[in-house]
């Protein structure tokens, strides 16, 4: 007998087609009056207990799964607030390190400025006033940066002359 290509049993190669809407192959539909009295109890259950018993798999399975999630939204809530506090608190010190870095800056800027005010080197000093006076405006800054773009002017340097009489205006 040659290869059929189901297998070498003649039994395999020789099985008809189920029947429509059956389950086995012999015909018998699987609500037969052969099924129905077919009463066995397979493992330590009984028909009716196996199916309580899923439903309360059922129930369980959903307590779990709404738990999950419950705590799932908890933990989400907590990195949410422990994150807008963490940023509150970056923020704060970001607002710290930039006053504190705009004063160091402005004291040196007045510093520098103000040894060129000194040696008579009133454009360089003017520089250095200008940018000082941006961060923090005060009036002897105001009142030496006058002075410098007076003796500028004086220097016969038209632009010191325009800034002079745009800043007495201010």
Same mark, same amino acid.
């Given at each position: 007998? +040659?290869?059929?290509?189901?297998?070498?049993?003649?039994?395999?190669?020789?099985?008809?087609?189920?029947?429509?809407?059956?389950?086995?192959?012999? +015909?018998?539909?699987?609500?037969?009056?052969?099924?129905?009295?077919?009463?066995?109890?397979?493992?330590?259950?009984?028909?009716?207990?196996?199916?309580?018993?899923?439903?309360?798999?059922?129930?369980?399975?959903?307590?779990?799964?709404?738990?999950?999630?419950?705590?799932?939204?908890?933990? +989400?809530?907590?990195?949410?607030?422990?994150?807008?506090?963490?940023?509150?608190?970056?923020?704060?010190?970001?607002?710290?390190?930039?006053?504190?870095?705009?004063?160091?800056?402005?004291?040196?800027?007045?510093?520098? +400025?103000?040894?060129?005010?000194?040696?008579?080197?009133?454009?360089?000093?003017?520089?250095?006033?200008?940018?000082?006076?941006?961060?923090?405006?005060?009036?002897?800054?105001?009142?030496?940066?006058?002075?410098?773009?007076?003796?500028?002017?004086?220097?016969?340097?038209?632009?010191?002359?325009?800034?002079?009489?745009?800043?007495?205006?201010?």
């Amino acid at each position: 007998m +040659g290869y059929g290509g189901f297998g070498l049993q003649k039994w395999i190669y020789k099985q008809k087609a189920r029947k429509p809407f059956t389950r086995s192959r012999n +015909g018998v539909a699987g609500n037969s009056e052969f099924s129905n009295n077919f009463n066995a109890s397979f493992g330590a259950y009984e028909k009716d207990e196996a199916l309580a018993n899923i439903s309360n798999r059922r129930k369980f399975d959903l307590l779990t799964l709404f738990a999950v999630i419950i705590a799932l939204v908890g933990l +989400g809530y907590y990195f949410l607030i422990r994150f807008s506090n963490y940023e509150a608190l970056n923020k704060e010190s970001q607002l710290e390190s930039k006053v504190a870095f705009e004063t160091k800056s402005y004291e040196i800027l007045i510093n520098q +400025g103000a040894v060129y005010y000194n040696e008579g080197n009133y454009s360089e000093a003017s520089k250095e006033l200008e940018l000082a006076y941006a961060i923090k405006q005060t009036k002897q800054l105001k009142y030496k940066l006058l002075v410098c773009y007076q003796e500028l002017c004086k220097a016969k340097n038209n632009e010191y002359c325009r800034k002079y009489k745009e800043f007495k205006v201010r």
